[in-house]
């Protein structure tokens, strides 16, 4: 039952991102060309999207709890850490180069486009290094 | 989130698809995953229509912008949906910031890319 409601709302959020234009790598770096052909209509998508999911918060946290697992799992820190800047650094230089952030990447799969079959790997190979490290270097910072 | 109380950022989805596993939500995130990949085809299928895009031919470069997605959005905790949506949208200042950061640095690259290096 888990899998199919997350199928669901992970069609919903692909067909967003195809329609948004969101999966287009040359929409997006016209989007990240600021000096050049840009193209400011994915600020609007990412707009949208942080305003609806701000109301969405609300309207679900006023609830109490979710329909299945208990209760929310919200990230709780608020500390701004090396590690939240050097990510995110990282991910934008990889994100101007290709084009691709991760959640269009999977939705691009499909079309099986060159590109898209080196990034994805490659994108998973990086997730797993970065989370292995992570884990290995709090083990480590907690002992 | 409101199914089952989890915030909804790609890179920690796909991150966690992979071992060790920490909790049982494996299934939900596969389901998640695979609605994602399906999208375009539903799209396709249901307006008759390929989906258009344009993706770099150039293979390398696309192998090092995904090591550097992977590794930057998992070691920042998070990526374009988890910071971008999901933490300006709950006002945490830690996704501010990594926003903030994600979309200097991709300007920049776009910039020199597109501009300093040509093409």
């Known amino acids: 039952m888990s899998f199919l409601v997350n199928l669901g709302l992970g069609l919903l959020f692909g067909i967003g991102l195809v329609i948004s234009g969101m999966a287009d790598p040359a929409k997006v770096l016209n989007f990240l060309d600021l000096f050049g052909t840009w193209d400011p209509s994915l600020a609007f998508v990412m707009g949208g999207a942080v305003v609806v999911a701000f109301v969405g918060y609300r309207l679900v946290l006023a609830r109490g709890e979710p329909i299945v697992g208990g209760s929310f799992h919200l990230p709780t820190r608020s500390d701004i850490d090396a590690r939240v800047i050097a990510g995110p650094a990282i991910f934008g230089i990889g994100w101007g180069l290709g084009g691709f952030c991760p959640g269009p990447a999977l939705t691009a799969l499909g079309l099986g486009a060159s590109g898209t079959l080196a990034f994805v790997p490659a994108m998973i190979i990086g997730m797993w290094t970065a989370r292995l490290i992570g884990e290995a270097v709090s083990r480590t910072s907690n002992v | ?119």
């Open chain 2, 1 to 119: 989130m409101l199914w089952e109380g989890r915030i909804a950022g790609i890179s920690g989805i796909v991150g966690r698809l992979l071992p060790p596993y920490g909790d049982g939500a494996f299934l939900s995130r596969l389901g998640f995953v695979v609605g994602l990949i399906a999208a375009p085809l539903v799209i396709a299928v249901a307006t008759g229509e390929a989906v258009g895009q344009t993706v770099s031919s150039n293979v390398p470069l696309m192998i090092a912008a995904g090591l550097l997605v992977g590794f930057g959005s998992v070691w920042g905790n998070g990526c374009t949906s988890g910071h971008g949506v999901c933490g300006l949208s709950r006002l945490s200042p830690r996704s501010f910031a990594a926003t903030g950061v994600f979309m200097a640095t991709a300007f920049v690259t776009v910039f020199l890319v597109r501009h300093v290096i040509g093409g």
